[in-house]
């Protein structure tokens, strides 16, 4: 029974009594049910009604609204470039005009304007290239932390080399991933035309600067990390320029004890997300318009490594002559080229599997984890928003 305010709503029994009676309609299921969904109910759509979608990757999507809604109904999409529990204002919202007039995309856009987040407007293709390049690749990354993690039995949280600084970023990120659900990343990866080959090419970026480290081949180390550092953050630190993140903001979001002395870690993580832009021509910077709280995190947090010379010359030699921390590394290329062959494989039921191996590991620290990232996106982000005010008065 509905309460309060909702006394209006009226829950019709099924998706036919919907679209038969509704002038907007907004398709809000998993990515890999699109079509069965569409199939079902799109045949039943209000004639001069505007149909769009709320899934991750719109090529199913598209590929479903063509193939089953009549030829006379208007298609106008949508995506909300954020996760449940964060406040959508200010956070982009991807608005896909497929086939519609002027007047239909000017309806979606009314109707979505409470939300108060900030319109973009993108065709279905270049969407999913971008969301390929921010969003599953980063999700790559932080799922192969959490195996690698799992795999040597470690809760990192509770471990002197994983708190503190950029750490408790992965640390809460990650668990953020595998605390939600399972088919919103496998459609990601796996449905989206141009994940595959990002997710490729940062396993194969994580495994050759593993054997560099491995082998001690110092030279050929720097020379690759300083090429793509180059190609991504270009040639000189711009005097004056801030960090995203700081050490003190970074510190607050820890869910273990921070030891009295930082530990060395040789951020492989890090390292291969730069060597990955770098190969593919990515600059992650063009993608600020369409990308989510996670991924600016993510770039914030690579930005401080790349940026911070002695803290990149620790990562290097931590890489090339510290052993200690040799299993986690294997642990995390392994698991880096185990997600991209069952992504590659494009099997929803491998990639359920893994998923909810992991997420049934790491469970118990859910409720926790989700207060402090919840936290932890509303303080840096409001502190980005700050500093990108800062830096647009300055110039
Ligand atoms: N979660 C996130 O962070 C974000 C998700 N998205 C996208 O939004 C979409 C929904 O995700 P999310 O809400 O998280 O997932 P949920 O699993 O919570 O929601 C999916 C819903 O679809 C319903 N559904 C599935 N099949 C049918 C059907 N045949 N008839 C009627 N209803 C059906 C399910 O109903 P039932 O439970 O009864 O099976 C369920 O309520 C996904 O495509 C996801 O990629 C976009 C932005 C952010
Ligand atoms: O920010 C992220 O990458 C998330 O993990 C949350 C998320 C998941 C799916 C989306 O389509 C949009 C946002």
Known sequence: MLKGKQRNVTIFPNGHLVSRSSDWIMYSVEAKSIDA??????????????????TSTKAPEIAAFEKHLPSDIEIVTCHS?????VDPKGQPLVIINHRASPRAVQLVERILSCFQSKMVTLSAEMHDRITADTQAVTHAAFLSMGTAWQANNQFPWQMARYVGGIENVKINLMLRIYSNKWHVYAGLAILNPSARAQIRQYAESVTELFKLMLGGQREELIERIHAARTAV???ERIEGQELLLEDDLLD????????????????LALLAMVDCWWKLGIVPYDHMICSTPLFRLWLGI???????????NECIETGLYDTTFRSDDLEFTFAARDWSERVSLGHMDGYREKFEKMQNYFAPRFPEATKLGNEMIRTIEANLNDRRLKQKTQT
């Open 233 to 235: 953050f270009g040639t």
């Open 252 to 267: 607050r979001f820890s869910l273990g004890e921070k030891p009295a002395e930082r530990v060395k870690n040789n951020q």
């Open 81 to 85: 470039l954020h996760g449940p529990k």
């Open 302 to 312: 690579v930005e401080y490594l790349y940026r911070n010379e002695e803290l990149l």
């Open 37 to 54: 969904v569409v199939a079902a109910y799109g045949p039943s759509t209000k004639l001069g009604a505007v149909v769009g979608g709320q």
